[in-house]
């Protein structure tokens, strides 16, 4: 056993009325990769946020090397040996890699001046230490999600560190990515320095991790050594049931019409001959590894980008969806990748699930308040939203949360089709499974799905279709039945060319 580096005991916090954390207690060892899980709203980010001096604790300590360690800056938590990366990204997209790195790291330069070499320079060492290859003068908005993550990772890092926190590093990844990250992180375990892990996704600790502390309702369910952490004993402890088929069952009628039938698509440099398909009632995926067309292709039709040539037919009529606006007058809905765009958090519950639903709310240009409440309140019941209040702002719900908020505002308003970018990305195993269902019901009410999918087995276990990738081009169309794992994976790394659906 390790020597304890940092001890919380018996952690509370509330806010308002709402508890967070209720006597939460638990610590980190000198060396060890120390997970903590749960669902969203378990009360994860906030301690991490206790942790790193955001939010005081309610009652209880938290302890550093036995010493209690009272409200912090960021900067004092380094010269003690701690880094956390947050959940939300700090990176400043218009400002270059140097200069995001550079971000808290003034102590480089002088009363009025910042020493750019000595910052390029420790920038090159670090990045070269863990295998990291990044630009440092690339404008930082052109970097993918997880090189954005490993600049910031790179940020809080130094020599002598003995503790890194990390916050759902991992929301937005793809496998590669992910595994890049894995890869960097064993590294950094290998020099003796802890880990505290927040993360949805139990694959991706295997084999790495030590210990996993379960969260569930603000209170602590379970620690769990390396041998105990199976996949079924953290979901019960996650949710305190088993969960069973997280997928819903497949639709027992056929498809109907066609909804969406794409035809030669192309945008130079980014895929070319897509043609596909999706009907009434149908869900359907599109995977490949990163860059190599699924998503663009995704994107084009609801044209963020649009498509440089082409044909597109939505609901029996050849159009040109060459931004938001034309996508949202034929009838599709659209939500990105990226959590923190699809929501606008400073605005309230209410506000966000009606923001595309305004006009069937109206009579004569004024919003008939009485029918927009009596709508809220259906939908965070279907929803399963968990809120004190439909006026509660954005920003006080989970990820998990916030997600099925953005996916209701699509579902109340008169969408035919629905556009998904790793729709259960950063959301925890029970409220991916609520998703799905809303996904699987809102395709069986005559309406379709389209999904972009870094998660395969999401994408197998979802859709009734499934087209790969590779390298820009369709590879294959595997409809459910017969449908292979290893097949697809074929296709998406170009060593098989996949079946056809006509």
């Given at each position: 056993?390790?020597?304890?580096?940092?001890?919380?005991?018996?952690?509370?916090?509330?806010?308002?009325?709402?508890?967070?954390?209720?006597?939460?207690?638990?610590?980190?060892?000198?060396?060890?990769?120390?997970?903590?899980?749960?669902?969203?709203?378990?009360?994860?980010?906030?301690?991490?946020?206790?942790?790193?001096?955001?939010?005081?604790?309610?009652?209880?300590?938290?302890?550093?090397?036995?010493?209690?360690?009272?409200?912090?800056?960021?900067?004092?938590?380094?010269?003690?040996?701690?880094?956390?990366?947050?959940?939300?990204?700090?990176?400043?997209?218009?400002?270059?890699?140097?200069?995001?790195?550079?971000?808290?790291?003034?102590?480089?330069?002088?009363?009025?001046?910042?020493?750019?070499?000595?910052?390029?320079?420790?920038?090159?060492?670090?990045?070269?230490?863990?295998?990291?290859?990044?630009?440092?003068?690339?404008?930082?908005?052109?970097?993918?999600?997880?090189?954005?993550?490993?600049?910031?990772?790179?940020?809080?890092?130094?020599?002598?560190?003995?503790?890194?926190?990390?916050?759902?590093?991992?929301?937005?990844?793809?496998?590669?990515?992910?595994?890049?990250?894995?890869?960097?992180?064993?590294?950094?375990?290998?020099?003796?320095?802890?880990?505290?892990?927040?993360?949805?996704?139990?694959?991706?600790?295997?084999?790495?991790?030590?210990?996993?502390?379960?969260?569930?309702?603000?209170?602590?369910?379970?620690?769990?050594?390396?041998?105990?952490?199976?996949?079924?004993?953290?979901?019960?402890?996650?949710?305190?049931?088993?969960?069973?088929?997280?997928?819903?069952?497949?639709?027992?009628?056929?498809?109907?019409?066609?909804?969406?039938?794409?035809?030669?698509?192309?945008?130079?440099?980014?895929?070319?001959?897509?043609?596909?398909?999706?009907?009434?009632?149908?869900?359907?995926?599109?995977?490949?590894?990163?860059?190599?067309?699924?998503?663009?292709?995704?994107?084009?039709?609801?044209?963020?980008?649009?498509?440089?040539?082409?044909?597109?037919?939505?609901?029996?009529?050849?159009?040109?969806?060459?931004?938001?606006?034309?996508?949202?007058?034929?009838?599709?809905?659209?939500?990105?990748?990226?959590?923190?765009?699809?929501?606008?958090?400073?605005?309230?519950?209410?506000?966000?699930?009606?923001?595309?639903?305004?006009?069937?709310?109206?009579?004569?240009?004024?919003?008939?308040?009485?029918?927009?409440?009596?709508?809220?309140?259906?939908?965070?019941?279907?929803?399963?939203?968990?809120?004190?209040?439909?006026?509660?702002?954005?920003?006080?719900?989970?990820?998990?949360?916030?997600?099925?908020?953005?996916?209701?505002?699509?579902?109340?308003?008169?969408?035919?089709?629905?556009?998904?970018?790793?729709?259960?990305?950063?959301?925890?195993?029970?409220?991916?499974?609520?998703?799905?269902?809303?996904?699987?019901?809102?395709?069986?009410?005559?309406?379709?799905?389209?999904?972009?999918?870094?998660?395969?087995?999401?994408?197998?276990?979802?859709?009734?279709?499934?087209?790969?990738?590779y390298r820009g081009q369709q590879t294959g169309a595997f409809p459910r039945a017969g449908r292979r794992e290893a097949d697809v994976l074929a296709a998406m790394t170009g060593q098989a060319i996949g079946s056809v659906v006509h």
């Open positions: 056993m390790g020597t304890v580096l940092l001890e919380a005991r018996d952690l509370s916090k509330s806010f308002g009325g709402a508890t967070a954390l209720r006597g939460v207690s638990l610590e980190v060892q000198s060396g060890e990769f120390h997970a903590i899980l749960g669902e969203n709203g378990a009360g994860k980010s906030t301690l991490v946020k206790i942790i790193a001096g955001i939010h005081p604790p309610s009652h209880g300590q938290i302890l550093w090397r036995g010493q209690e360690l009272g409200p912090a800056s960021a900067g004092h938590l380094s010269s003690l040996g701690i880094g956390t990366v947050h959940q939300d990204s700090s990176i400043l997209p218009e400002l270059t890699v140097l200069e995001n790195f550079a971000l808290g790291h003034e102590a480089v330069a002088g009363p009025d001046w910042m020493d750019w070499a000595a910052v390029r320079s420790s920038l090159e060492e670090r990045a070269a230490q863990l295998g990291v290859g990044l630009d440092p003068s690339a404008p930082a908005r052109t970097l993918s999600v997880g090189d954005r993550k490993l600049v910031e990772l790179l940020r809080v890092i130094h020599e002598g560190q003995q503790l890194l926190v990390l916050d759902e590093p991992t929301a937005s990844f793809t496998p590669e990515e992910t595994l890049n990250l894995m890869r960097i992180l064993e590294e950094i375990k290998r020099t003796g320095c802890a880990i505290l892990f927040i993360t949805h996704r139990l694959h991706e600790i295997e084999g790495i991790v030590d210990r996993v502390t379960v969260l569930k309702d603000g209170e602590k369910a379970g620690t769990l050594s390396r041998s105990e952490a199976t996949h079924s004993s953290i979901i019960a402890l996650m949710l305190g049931r088993d969960i069973g088929e997280i997928y819903p069952p497949a639709p027992s009628a056929p498809p109907g019409d066609a909804l969406l039938s794409v035809v030669n698509l192309e945008r130079r440099g980014a895929f070319r001959g897509v043609n596909l398909t999706v009907h009434a009632g149908e869900i359907v995926s599109l995977v490949g590894l990163a860059g190599h067309g699924s998503f663009e292709a995704a994107r084009a039709v609801y044209g963020v980008p649009s498509a440089d040539s082409g044909d597109m037919v939505i609901g029996g009529r050849r159009l040109r969806i060459d931004g938001p606006i034309a996508a949202l007058r034929a009838g599709v809905g659209f939500l990105s990748e990226d959590r923190g765009v699809n929501v606008l958090r400073q605005l309230s519950v209410r506000d966000n699930l009606g923001l595309a639903s305004l006009s069937h709310w109206s009579r004569l240009g004024w919003v008939d308040g009485r029918h927009e409440d009596a709508e809220v309140r259906r939908l965070i019941g279907s929803l399963s939203v968990r809120c004190r209040s439909a006026r509660d702002p954005m920003d006080s719900l989970s990820g998990g949360n916030q997600q099925k908020v953005a996916l209701g505002r699509w579902l109340a308003a008169d969408t035919r089709l629905l556009v998904l970018l790793d729709p259960t990305a950063g959301v925890d195993v029970g409220a991916r499974a609520d998703i799905y269902g809303l996904l699987r019901a809102f395709a069986d009410s005559g309406r379709g799905v389209l999904i972009a999918s870094s998660d395969l087995g999401e994408a197998l276990g979802l859709s009734d279709t499934v087209y790969a990738f």
